[in-house]
């Protein structure tokens, strides 16, 4: 199946700092990738649709001015967690497709803690 | 609007054992319909999908889904449970509508496989 990478697996940074994470497509093009949140023993929580070369769509309730995201090519989308808090840490989850009626792949995810 | 439920938030199976890990859906229209595997701290890894045709679905590692268009059920199976089976599944579910490449994800099942 296709390959999708993200980028770090797992990151520290300090309160009030700020952190991208990154994710690729690796053997396709995407022009459309989601980004997940997941706190433990929970379900994927949706929390934007990033788009190639337009705004991010962000679900109900994501504070777009703190979780930025750029699709700035087919290949990678990054989410960038503005200005981090404790409550902020938890498991952040990539994926794309290779069109609307095809399995989404998904990145390793990332572990984000906030100290 | 589209929903998945999986009643069964831990299923506990003997080695050797036929497993079932349920799932229903609602959606409108037709359903496309993925169960995801997650092992700890990675992303989610494809197992099968059912679009259309059988409704039988053979998937990786073994697994087998059946789609039950009455019950609005694909409930994921396998004959013969193997301890590396242990991790946390995801059954996931979109409409068949053009463009929409949004995923709406089960609360998922945490499959325990004894010894």
């Known amino acids: 199946g296709a390959v999708v990478s993200q980028h770090p697996s797992w990151v520290i940074c300090k309160s009030g700092t700020s952190v991208k994470i990154e994710c690729r497509s690796l053997?396709?093009?995407?022009?459309?990738m989601f980004w997940y949140r997941q706190f433990p023993k929970q379900s994927l929580m949706l929390m934007a649709t990033?788009?190639?070369?337009?705004?991010?769509?962000?679900e109900q309730g994501v504070e777009k001015d703190k979780f930025l995201i750029n699709h700035a090519s087919l290949t990678l989308s990054t989410l960038t967690v503005t200005s981090a808090h404790p409550e902020d840490s938890s498991f952040y989850i990539c994926?794309?497709?290779?069109?609307?009626?095809?399995?989404?792949?998904f990145g390793q995810g990332t572990r984000l803690t906030v100290v | 609007a589209q929903s998945v439920a999986q009643p069964e938030d831990q299923v506990n199976v003997a080695e050797g054992n036929p497993l079932t890990v349920k799932c229903t859906y609602s959606?409108?229209?037709?359903?496309?319909l993925f169960w995801y595997v997650q092992y700890p701290n990675r992303g989610l890894q494809f197992l099968l999908k059912?679009?259309?045709?059988?409704?039988l679905v053979k998937g990786s590692y073994g697994f087998e889904a059946e789609f039950n268009k009455s019950q609005t059920s694909f409930h994921l199976k396998k004959p013969s449970a193997l301890v590396s089976d242990s991790a946390l599944y995801f059954c996931?579910?979109?409409?068949?509508?053009?463009?929409?490449?949004?995923?709406?994800f089960g609360t998922g099942t945490r499959l325990t496989i004894i010894p």
């Open positions: 059912y679009i259309t045709g059988d409704n």
């Open positions: 994926s794309a497709g290779q069109g609307w009626n095809t399995e989404a792949f």
């Open positions: 996931a579910v979109k409409s068949l509508d053009f463009g929409n490449e949004k995923l709406t």
């Open positions: 990033s788009n190639e070369g337009s705004k991010a769509t962000y």
């Open positions: 959606v409108s229209g037709n359903p496309y």
């Open positions: 053997d396709f093009q995407a022009t459309t």
